[in-house]
C-alpha cells in the first residue's frame, strides 16, 4: 500500500514537473514567435501571440500547431493620407506547420478580424464631419450616419462662404448616409448614398461627393490573410476574413 502511495505521489510530481516545464516553454516560445511575426510582417509593434493546445512540447516535437492567436491592438490605417488607428486585428490560426529549422511557420488556415471605433473613424474622415451609427435599419443595409456643417466638408475645395448670399447655405448641417463596402481585401470604401437636397448651387453636389467619399486603407493582417466581410455595429465597424496556406513567419 506505501509503495501505491510513493507511486502516485511521484507521478503527481512528475506530471506537475512536465505541466510546469510544458508552461515555461509555451511562455517563451510565444514571445519568439511574437518578435519573428513582427519582424516578417513588417510590423511597427509586437503582436500579442496565444498558443494553444496541451501539451506544447508533443506539439514542437511534431513541427505542428494546432491553434495560434495574433492580436495586435492600436493598428494604423489611412484614409486619404489621414491616420486612423484600428481598435484590434486579429488573427486565429489553425494547423500550423514548421520547417525542420523553425525558420518558417505557414497555417493551414486562417480567420482574421479587425475592429474600429466611430471615434477613430471621425478622427480619419474629411474635416468637419462626424461618422456615427445609422440605426438598426441603415446598419443593416451596411450604412454609417455622416454629419457636419457644409462649409465645414466644403473647407478646401475652391468654394468658400462669401458672396452671393451662401452664408446661410453654407451654415446649415448636412446628414448623410454613406454605404460601406470592402474592395480588394484591405481597403474600406465610404460611398455617400445619397446627398442632401435643398442645394440650388451648380457642382456643389459633386464637391460634397468628392470630399464625403473616400477609401480607408487596413495594414496590419497576415499575408495573404485577405477581408471579405465588413458590418456596421453600435461600435464601430467589424472587419472579417479568411484564408489559406497563410505565412506567418518567413
Known amino acids: ?55 506544447f512540447l508533443t506539439q514542437v516535437a511534431g513541427k505542428s500547431l494546432d491553434e495560434v492567436e495574433v492580436s495586435l491592438k492600436g493598428v494604423e490605417a489611412t484614409a486619404d493620407g489621414r491616420p486612423v488607428k484600428i481598435t484590434e486585428v486579429k488573427a486565429e490560426l489553425a494547423d500550423v506547420k514548421f520547417d525542420s529549422n523553425f525558420s518558417s511557420a505557414v497555417a493551414g488556415t486562417a480567420d482574421g478580424s479587425g475592429r474600429v471605433t466611430y471615434e477613430d473613424l471621425t478622427r480619419a474622415a474629411p474635416q468637419g464631419a462626424t461618422i456615427a451609427y445609422a440605426g438598426p435599419e441603415r446598419a443593416a443595409q451596411g450604412q454609417v450616419k455622416v ?52 442645394i440650388p448651387i451648380p457642382g456643389l453636389h459633386g464637391l460634397l461627393r468628392d ?28 472587419f472579417k476574413g479568411q484564408g489559406r496556406d497563410v505565412s506567418l513567419i518567413g
Not at 182 to 198: F, H, I, M, Q
Open 211 to 238: 470630399v464625403l467619399d473616400y477609401d480607408l486603407t487596413l495594414e496590419g493582417l497576415p499575408t495573404p490573410l485577405k477581408l471579405d466581410q465588413v458590418s456596421a455595429t453600435e461600435q464601430g465597424l467589424h
Open 1 to 55: 500500500m506505501r509503495a501505491l502511495r510513493i507511486s502516485l505521489i511521484t507521478a503527481v510530481v512528475l506530471g506537475g514537473l512536465f505541466v510546469a516545464a510544458d508552461r515555461i516553454a509555451v511562455n517563451y516560445a510565444e514571445s519568439e514567435v511574437a518578435d519573428k511575426v513582427r519582424t516578417s510582417q513588417g510590423l511597427s509593434k509586437t503582436p500579442d501571440v496565444s498558443i494553444n493546445g496541451f501539451p
Open 147 to 198: 454629419v457636419g456643417p457644409l462649409m465645414d466638408l466644403l473647407k478646401g475645395s475652391d468654394r468658400s462662404s462669401g458672396g452671393s448670399g451662401l452664408g446661410d447655405l453654407l451654415n446649415q448641417e448636412v446628414t448623410v448616409y454613406s454605404k460601406v463596402q470592402l474592395v480588394d481585401g484591405k481597403t474600406v470604401r465610404l460611398t455617400a448614398e445619397s446627398l442632401p437636397g435643398g
